[in-house]
């Protein structure tokens, strides 16, 4: 959005009062706040849910004598976005609406950028009717770019199955046949120039596109196969031709700098791709199965990833049982969970939250997905030897004040990050287990005496992700066996009656909650379109979070399970990723459906 003048911005707040959306007698006092926070008075408005993005778009433009349109739910058609390419859409905010008396309608965040709207008009060949629009409508007819490229991977693999019709033009594309092994920068123009190096930018391009987490390219016996983790849940794209598989596997090993004429052993690679005005770090796994070589690309796309632990999910005494371990000067936090459950973003978050100038932070990780500013990071490289355990002893040599291990994997490392803990650091990491409580016995079979652990661990932290509601989700009452689950599993959280309130259900986080007695719940489910596939867009996480406090101590000193803990953890307030995640379904943010399937194991 454009910067106002002051005379502007005084008749955008008058029509604001005007319009009842703020409270005339309290403007002096959130513009004092916005001054406070150093945020920009209108940004600050918006971030603090006084006014929508939309309704101060609108507010905007009126005042700048603009017309507004909103595109929130508009569905563009893609002929006409087929005039303006996506990259240039995307780097102006720009998006074509339909024609008009020979012009081009055109919706824009800044429509006052006299420089952006003359070069449009000369992209286009045509004079604009520009409109102004809010960066959410603007993003919405961006997102429908996406619904082109599944017909672009068609074409895309239409020419490679064509072009891949012999023997000969496979061995051509891969360097084999007349080709020397020799001639390796030969063999990287062939590739490039093919069209399997079309088609896996395209199927590139619609996993960043539409957030996937990975791709995975699995040949089966007659074809091959290739799905997209898209919040958490694979869905299969596209199935190729086999002949494509062994010219799509060579362009990644390319790319990623491995061998592609090894077969036998799993390799590792990284490469990162730019997608429209963003970049993405891809991280590449081959392993050989039985029927070709399965390559698993990791995305790592920092734009679409906050850090902030109340955006992760993290409410009430759970965050504040967090911040509490963060605060001490020495000990342990760790993360548990399994792969995928957001275990590294959790660090990064909490890492992101006591990073600056005083304290030294430095971290161990394998890989390094996110590179963070004030932070030291080290990438594990087994191969040269610089594995968890020499690293740590490296770190503690570098006067560190916090010690982030991306993952504890063995005895060594273990006891490495004990002794950091014990030695006056603050030490993050990680383990692999089903539960917070089942961390105790993990660092017990890595060989870690019972009293260093209950001397070091301040705070461990039980994960999972679930699907989060898109925005257009639509409220229902629970049916009976839903009603039931929801009595059953928060019956001692919920409350009787609003006047019999225990102390600690007021530290959930949440404005509201219903009595445990009623007989149906609301409850939500979101709307299954192209952008929202079942309803769902991005993720949020479920947490359960003990603190290590003198009984859980004296607990892990007599070698007590991990359900006893458990039990005790429950007993002393802990909210269990279960109950965790039908607090967040009663509040909208999550189903019922999504919290069974990540905690059903749990409560088997």
């Known amino acids: 959005m454009s910067v106002l003048s002051e005379e502007h911005q005084r008749q955008l707040e008058q029509i604001l009062v005007d319009t009842k959306l703020i409270d005339g007698n309290k403007l002096q006092a959130l513009k004092k706040e916005a001054s406070s926070a150093k945020v920009p008075f209108l940004s600050f408005l918006v971030q603090h849910g006084h006014v929508t993005s939309e309704q101060l778009t609108k507010a905007t433009a009126q005042v700048t004598g603009l017309p507004y349109v909103n595109l929130v739910a508009s569905k563009v058609n893609p002929s006409v976005l087929n005039l303006l390419p996506q990259d240039v859409a995307e780097r102006f905010m720009a998006v074509p609406l339909g024609e008009m008396e020979n012009r081009l309608a055109v919706a824009m965040l800044d429509p006052n950028n006299v420089q952006a709207v003359d070069f449009l008009s000369n992209k286009i060949g045509r004079p604009l009717k520009v409109y102004m629009a809010s960066e959410e409508g603007i993003r919405h007819i961006l997102d429908q770019y996406n619904a082109d490229l599944q017909k672009g991977m068609s074409e895309a693999m239409t020419s490679v199955d064509s072009e891949l019709a012999s023997d000969d033009n496979i061995q051509e594309l891969l360097g084999g046949g007349k080709k020397q092994q020799s001639e390796k920068d030969e063999i990287k123009t062939i590739v490039q120039d093919s069209p399997i190096s079309r088609a896996l930018s395209t199927i590139l391009e ?32 596209m199935s190729l031709p086999k002949s494509i598989e062994p010219a799509l596997i060579s362009r990644v090993k390319i790319l990623s700098n491995l061998k592609i004429d090894e077969h036998r052993i799993p390799q590792d690679g990284t490469f990162t791709v730019r997608i429209g005005q963003r970049d993405a770090d891809l991280r590449i796994a081959i392993s050989p199965v039985v029927w070709g070589e399965q390559v ?30 963060m605060k001490k000067p020495n000990g342990m936090i760790i993360t548990s969970g399994p792969t995928g459950s957001g275990k590294s973003t959790s660090l990064y978050a909490l890492i992101q939250e006591i990073k600056n100038d005083t304290i030294n932070i430095v971290t161990l990780e394998d890989p390094v997905e996110y590179k963070m500013e004030g932070v030291n990071q080290i990438q594990v490289n087994a191969d040269v030897g610089l594995t968890f355990a020499t690293g740590l002893r490296s770190i503690l040599r570098q006067d560190p004040d916090v010690v982030l291990v991306g993952e504890i994997r063995d005895s060594e490392t273990a006891n490495l990050a004990v002794q950091a803990a014990l030695t006056g650091h603050l030490v993050f990491t990680t383990l692999h287990t089903n539960s917070a409580a089942g961390v105790l016995p993990r660092l017990l079979d890595m060989g870690i005496e019972p009293f260093l ?4 661990v301040n705070t461990i932290i039980g994960q999972r992700l679930v699907r989060r509601l898109a925005d257009n989700k639509v409220s229902y009452q629970a049916d009976d066996v839903e009603t039931a689950a929801i009595k059953e599993t928060l019956q001692a959280l919920l409350p009787s009656d609003k006047s019999a309130v225990p102390e600690f259900i007021k530290d959930l986080g949440y404005e509201t909650l219903p009595l445990i007695g009623e007989n149906a719940y609301t409850l939500y489910r979101g709307k299954d379109t192209s952008q929202t596939p079942g309803g769902y867009k991005g993720r949020l996480g479920l947490y359960e979070v003990i603190d290590v406090d003198d009984e859980i101590e004296n607990m892990i000193l007599s070698r007590s399970t ?22 967040k379904a009663l509040q909208g943010m999550t189903t019922l459906e999504e919290v069974n399937r990540v905690t059903a194991a749990d409560n088997a």
């Open 206 to 237: 619609y996993a960043v596109r539409s957030r996937s987490s990975d791709i995975h390219i699995e040949p089966l016996e007659e074809t091959l196969r290739i799905r997209c983790r898209i919040d958490g849940v694979l869905r299969e794209i």
């Open 296 to 325: 698993i690309i990791r995305i790592l796309d920092k734009t679409n990833t906050s850090f902030k632990l109340e955006d992760l999910g993290y409410a009430g005494r759970s965050l504040r049982t967090v911040r509490k371990g």
């Open 453 to 456: 652990i209950a001397s070091t």
């Open 562 to 583: 991990s359900g006893e803990i458990h039990d005790k953890a429950v007993e002393k307030g802990m909210i269990s990723m279960r109950e965790d995640g039908y607090l």
